[in-house]
């Protein structure tokens, strides 16, 4: 029978498995340290980046309450500019409505009628004035009455002055401006 010594091959088998053991038993621990140590550089990158962008939001908020505070500002002053000119506007159209009067004063009034005072107080309009004929004074205030830029034209006194004269008190309202809440 053919004797074979099995004890260097034992040896050799021996010497193959202890360094394997030896090398999954540094090279376990040593991969698992290299991971801890790359999620923990990976995990100080997110902390960093996380607070690199939280400080950019800081920022950006900080940025959008002074845009919001000069828009809030603007939106102020466009809001006291729109009530000026809706003022501005009102005065206007109030100077229009004021020549259209004075034109057709000018226009209508009889030959023979003078007018000696015109006073406005609150939208009333009173014309103190004299005149020749009872009818023209009131062709007169029959043509101011179809106009439109007038209403209520009443005649309320006339009184026979020293002569021929007669003095009337012409009481009337001016046209109210159309309400502009909303200006375009």
């Known amino acids: 029978m053919l004797q074979v010594n099995l004890l260097p ?24 340290l290299v991971s801890l140590l790359g999620s923990a550089v ?47 506007q009102q005065r206007a159209q109030r100077s229009r409505d004021s020549l259209q009067m004075l034109i057709l004063l000018a226009e209508k009034i009889p030959e023979e009628v003078r007018l000696n005072d015109l006073v406005e107080l609150q939208n009333q309009l009173t014309l ?32 026979q002055q020293s002569g021929v004269m007669l003095s009337f008190v012409l009481k009337m309202q001016l046209r109210q401006p159309p309400e502009q809440g909303t200006l375009p």
Request: charged share 20%.
């Open 128 to 159: 103190t004035g004299e005149g020749r004929f009872y009818h023209d004074i009131l062709a007169f205030r029959d043509t101011l009455a179809t106009g439109d830029l007038l209403r209520d034209v009443t005649l309320s006194d006339v009184r």
């Open 9 to 32: 091959w034992r040896k050799v088998h021996r010497q193959q498995r202890v360094r394997f053991w030896l090398t999954v038993s540094v090279c376990f621990p040593a991969l698992l």
């Open 42 to 88: 990976f995990l100080a990158q997110q902390r960093t980046l996380l607070q690199q962008h939280l400080a950019a939001l800081k920022h950006a908020s900080q940025a959008l309450s002074l845009q919001q505070r000069s828009v809030e500002t603007a939106s102020a002053q466009v809001k006291i500019l729109l009530a000026q000119r809706l003022v501005s």
